[in-house]
């Protein structure tokens, strides 16, 4: 199975659209962020989860799911980079094969020391926007081949099926 485990903030402060949307509000940010690896997901099938720092919300460790999306906000005291590492070794079997998005080039070496492929945010950027176009492609093919429901009437004809419709003569 692949996985693809996302340093949340890392990649918030490096794509252009979440780095200027988290300037006026990180939530939507964040939202977004789930949103474009919820398709990046569902397109490749991988399973992703997205690790944010602790110290943006307070409290303990929480995990969610977000349309399929595993989310977790670490422990306080607990940055995403140690529990990235931690999810490596954790999740690291032959069957398995890990990639990490994060542009921390420390984070990149550690967790390529543990066997985990390493994207950076731009690398992984890239492969989303590709996705997205190649969804984007695919509906519109799914389009085309769809028949078209609606017949090509006259206005004349159209006027009387409408007077009908409004129960006139």
Known sequence: MNILIVDGYNIIGDWPELRE???HNLASARDRLIER??????FTGSRVIIVFDA???KGTEKKYHDSKVEVIFTRENET???RIEKLAIELNHIKNQISVATSDFTEQWVIFAQGALRI???ELLTEVNSINKKIGSSMKKIEEKRPNAKIQLSDEVA???E???????
Request: no cysteine.
């Open 21 to 23: 949307l988290k300037k």
């Open 37 to 42: 690896m919820a398709e990046y997901q569902g």
């Open 55 to 57: 110290h943006f919300v």
């Open 80 to 82: 995403a980079d140690e």
């Open 120 to 122: 950076s945010a731009r």
């Open 159 to 161: 006027e009387i099926f």
């Open 163 to 169: 007077k009908w419709r409004r129960g006139q003569k």
